[in-house]
């Protein structure tokens, strides 16, 4: 009898590597202009609230808002849809049941758009008020979205390890 490779199996990563796919093709597959717009109308809530004049606007059929002089437009980047979806198949436990995944995976959701939407109104607040692009908007954001995309890939891949070392895991899939 062979001893147990401490690795991580072909399947598991093939699985995960084809559920990223899918989720790469549903975010460019799929229209997000509703999760546009609620992310432009909740920044432009926000500006108000800060007492700064916000008009929400649609712009060559994009959502935009202005506040003051400057415009933004809400991509379906800045939704962070696109983070959420690539993490689903690294979030997904093989050792837990497919309802306890799915509570999770949605959790995980409601928090990435939690921040980012705390993200989006701190950009355009601090944009608006001055500060540079790179400071109100890009650094802010390669600190968050990089950082959590690899903090859970990599804690999927060591519990995958850890997992197939110890021989469980392989009786649920993504």
């Known amino acids: 009898m062979k001893p147990k490779r401490n690795c991580l199996s072909f399947e598991i990563i093939l699985s995960r590597v084809l559920a990223l796919g899918l989720a790469v093709?549903?975010?460019y597959g799929a229209t997000w202009l509703p999760l546009q717009v609620a992310l432009r109308d909740g920044v432009g809530w926000f500006m108000r609230w800060v007492r700064l004049p916000a008009i929400a606007a649609m712009y060559k059929g994009s959502p935009a808002l202005r506040v003051g002089d400057k415009q933004f437009h809400f991509t379906p980047e800045c939704t962070y849809v696109?983070?959420?979806?690539f993490l689903i198949p690294f979030l997904w436990r093989l050792d837990w049941t497919w309802r306890r995944n799915v509570v999770y995976v949605l959790s995980f959701g409601l928090l990435v758009g939690t921040v980012?939407?705390?993200?989006?109104?701190m950009s355009t607040y601090l944009y608006t008020t001055g500060h540079t692009w790179l400071v109100s908007h890009s650094l802010e954001d390669y600190a968050l979205f990089y950082p959590t995309?690899?903090?859970v890939v990599v804690t999927a891949?060591?519990?995958?390890?850890?997992?197939r070392s110890a021989g469980?895991?392989?009786h649920s899939s993504i």
């Open 82 to 85: 696109d983070l959420w979806l």
């Open 116 to 121: 980012n939407f705390i993200r989006v109104c």
């Open 149 to 151: 995309l690899l903090w």
């Open 157 to 163: 891949m060591r519990r995958d390890w850890t997992l």
């Open 25 to 27: 093709a549903l975010f």
């Open 168 to 170: 469980t895991g392989s």
